[in-house]
T-cell receptor
Framework: ETGVTQTPRHLVMGMTNKKSLKCEQH?????MYWYKQSAKKPLELMFV???????ENNSVPSRFSPECPNSSHLFLHLHTLQPEDSALYLC??????????????FGPGTRLTVL | AQTVTQSQPEMSVQEAETVTLSCTYDTSESDYYLFWYKQPPSRQMILVIR??????QNATENRFSVNFQKAAKSFSLKISDSQLGDAAMYFCAYRSLRDIQGAQKLVFGQGTRLTINP
């Protein structure tokens, strides 16, 4: 596996289910991100982890719970979601540097549908 | 807070022709980075080109170039000799340098869907 991988690629869940999205990066990066991509809206940054520490929580509802056990893995735990949470969830990673211009590498995303 | 606006939800161009995608942004900062990302259908988003705000020279990557107008806060992407593989969603993004040692926080525009007509 190379780059940034995400599983599952597609997920359909009911509002009472609990599920988790997984992201893995094989690039040796030390920062990871969760984004939400909804139709006709800009990508929304949800969470940022820098050296495994959460440095950003962009006012995300508590029904989304991130976990970063190490610098290569990132999870997004989902519970009691709403239909409006249906979207493409993208994971990304980057290498932190003083210049801050390092490219973010994105995974293919998980297409989530909440019924 | 910074905002990024892409006013063209959709664009189309004939193969081999040139197309320009628009992007404007709002910021009070003087140092920052700007990016164009490409998201092909059902494929991963990739970086197309980046521009440092302190550089006056416009960035160029092969057939892709930008027109960076700092005073106007405009950052358009020009694609020359368009190819079928250029069909994708294109996102403009802004990166503040205020939190220079922190993780990157990109602010994205709404995207422009580019169609290439054979």
């Amino acid at each position: 596996e190379t780059g940034v991988t995400q599983t599952p690629r597609h997920l359909v869940m009911g509002m009472t289910n609990k599920k988790s999205l997984k992201c893995e990066q094989h690039l040796g990066h030390n920062a990871m991100y969760w984004y939400k991509q909804s139709a006709k809206k800009p990508l929304e940054l949800m969470f940022v982890y820098n050296f495994k520490e959460q440095t950003e929580n962009n006012s995300v509802p508590s029904r989304f719970s991130p976990e970063c056990p190490n610098s290569s893995h990132l999870f997004l735990h989902l519970h009691t979601l709403q239909p409006e949470d249906s979207a493409l969830y993208l994971c990304a990673s980057s290498e932190q540097g003083l210049l801050g211009d390092n490219e973010q590498f994105f995974g293919p995303g998980t297409r989530l549908t909440v019924l | 807070a910074q905002t990024v606006t892409q006013s063209q939800p959709e664009m189309s161009v004939q193969e081999a022709e040139t197309v320009t995608l628009s992007c404007t942004y709002d910021t009070s900062e003087s140092d920052y980075y700007l990016f164009w990302y490409k998201q092909p259908p059902s494929r991963q988003m990739i970086l197309v080109i980046r521009q440092e705000a302190y550089k006056q020279q416009n960035a160029t990557e092969n057939r892709f170039s930008v027109n960076f107008q700092k005073a106007a806060k405009s950052f358009s992407l020009k694609i020359s000799d368009s190819q079928l593989g250029d069909a994708a969603m294109y996102f403009c993004a802004y990166r503040s340098l205020r939190d220079i040692q922190g993780a990157q926080k990109l602010v994205f525009g709404q995207g422009t869907r580019l169609t290439i007509n054979p």
